[in-house]
């Protein structure tokens, strides 16, 4: 796909050349992929021509998009990053229902964001002691995308090398995973920590044939309009 040789000394560079020819056939799995970025990129991958299996928590919107979409060129399964049985059965899903019958590129999108119980200081009204503080955005954020990591490199080591076929895993950081997030210590450590797996990985899977990286995106904020920058 990339016009450049990629190993521990040649990374892919900005300039290098892409054409959108090359996920023609492709099987692609996404988490949390029924709104926002991750759907986007799915309607992406499917106009070039792959095969998307997607989860996320929202069934109805799940469903929908397939029905808009095709169950011939996606397919949707319930998934909370969380659980590691949901995110299993998706990938199993994507080898056997995409035609390739294997998986070639990974995203690990899913993530939430929210008023941060870390930060906030909660008592218990009658005994006045702390409350536990609920990890939900840091479980989905960081522990999701490290069962989607640790799926993804299962079934690339079984994907067949040869043409036609890719391996590569792409997961979502965040602005917030390279500057101050004020007020958002679980999104924050998410976020870095995602940046944290990529660096890691980075050094291990050309090795292996495949490619890591990480998309940040940013807001800029005018009067009335958001603007994403990757």
């Known amino acids: 796909m990339i016009a450049t040789q990629f190993d521990r000394v040649h990374a892919v560079k900005p300039t290098d050349s892409f054409d959108v020819k090359a996920l023609q056939g492709k099987s692609v799995v996404i988490t949390g992929a029924a709104s926002g970025i991750g759907e986007a990129c799915m309607r992406s991958f499917v106009s070039a021509g792959a095969f998307v299996t997607f989860g996320d928590l929202a069934e109805d919107r799940g469903h929908a998009l397939v029905s808009e979409l095709s169950q011939d060129k996606v397919a949707f399964v319930k998934c909370d990053t969380r659980v590691w049985e949901d995110q ?3 990938f199993k899903t994507a080898s056997e229902r995409s035609p390739s019958r294997g998986v070639d590129i990974v995203l ?5 964001t929210g008023l941060d119980s870390v930060f906030q200081d909660q008592s218990d009204p009658i005994t006045g002691e702390p409350v536990k503080p609920n ?3 840091v ?3 960081l522990i999701g995308a490290l069962y989607t990591t640790k799926l993804a490199l299962h079934y690339f080591s079984r994907q067949p090398e040869g043409l ?3 391996r590569c895993l792409l997961m979502t950081s965040s602005i917030a995973g390279y500057a101050d997030h004020n007020g958002a210590p679980q999104y924050s450590a998410a976020k870095w920590g995602v940046r944290g797996m990529m ?3 980075r050094q291990v899977l050309p090795k292996q044939n495949a490619r890591v990286n990480v998309i940040s995106p940013w807001y800029v904020v005018t009067s009335t309009t958001f603007y994403d920058r990757f």
């Open 108 to 112: 690990a999108n899913a993530g939430i």
């Open 139 to 141: 479980e989905t954020n």
């Open 164 to 166: 036609g076929r890719d």
């Open 135 to 137: 990890l939900a955005i």
């Open 199 to 201: 660096r890691s990985l």
């Open 88 to 90: 299993a059965s998706l």
